[in-house]
């Protein structure tokens, strides 16, 4: 079995700050790792994964996660952030070498509000 | 463009009313759908595995009496809150996953309220 948890609830931030939402996971086996974003009344968009290869992967907005084995966290990045990025984000794992995505665990989320 | 169609994106019913949620695969066959729930402020809960042409597959705690999954087509499934009361207010959200299974697509999720 599998644990997600997001260590911030809640995080407000001003625009055009950077900002970090983080994301630490527990699992006996190795893991695919995910992110996604649900913006107000919507459901969810995956927003970057890493399955394998390099650890550092990157979304087309901006947004960036680095999966990081030793201390199985994949914290998710943004340089600078903008009013749009306000929103609901959800880490997520499943366990290889099932691929079955299905079975994600979600952790609880992140709400993240950028102030102008 | 939408891979998943979620409909209806809001639905308000009486107390002991039914409702049904469809969730639609444009992209491609879909063998596998999955649906969630919501709480406010909450993750997601996975409910059931809709599987095509059989059984749904329930996580424990789920009625399934309650929540009726039908998966007829490799392009639809439906779930039906039967005889809805105000604690099954909520939203809930199908997902299906890729082609390769290794990442999921979700439909706009449907808002739930009981009267």
């Known amino acids: 079995a599998q644990s997600v948890t997001q260590l911030d609830s809640q995080v407000p931030v001003f625009e055009e700050a950077p900002v970090e939402l983080r994301c630490n996971y527990s699992?006996?086996?190795?893991?695919?790792l995910f992110w996604y974003v649900q913006y107000p009344n919507q459901g969810l968009q995956l927003l970057l994964k890493?399955?394998?290869?390099?650890?550092l992967v990157e979304s087309i907005n901006g947004f960036e996660a680095e999966f990081n084995k030793s201390q199985t966290s994949f914290h998710l990045r943004k340089p600078s952030v903008h009013i749009s990025d306000t929103a609901e984000y959800f880490c997520?794992?499943?366990?290889?070498?099932?691929?079955?995505?299905?079975?994600?665990?979600f952790g609880d989320g992140t709400t993240l509000t950028v102030k102008p | 463009g939408a891979v998943v169609s979620q409909h209806p994106s809001w639905v308000i019913c009486k107390s002991g009313t039914s409702v049904k949620i469809e969730c639609r695969s444009l992209?491609?066959?879909?063998?596998?759908m999955f649906w969630y729930r919501q709480f406010p402020k909450q993750s997601l809960m996975l409910m059931a595995t809709?599987?095509?042409?059989?059984?749904?597959?329930?996580e424990q705690g789920v009625e399934k009496d309650k929540f009726l999954i039908n998966h007829a087509s490799l392009t639809l499934s439906t779930l039906t809150v039967t005889s809805a009361h105000p604690e099954d207010s909520s939203f809930y959200i199908c997902s299906i996953p890729s082609e390769g299974r290794e990442k999921l697509f979700f439909g706009s999720g449907t808002q739930l309220s009981v009267l």
């Open positions: 890493y399955l394998s290869g390099s650890t």
């Open positions: 992209d491609f066959q879909a063998t596998t």
């Open positions: 997520a794992v499943s366990e290889r070498p099932n691929t079955n995505a299905g079975k994600s665990t």
């Open positions: 809709s599987n095509e042409g059989s059984k749904a597959t329930y």
């Open positions: 699992s006996s086996v190795s893991v695919y």
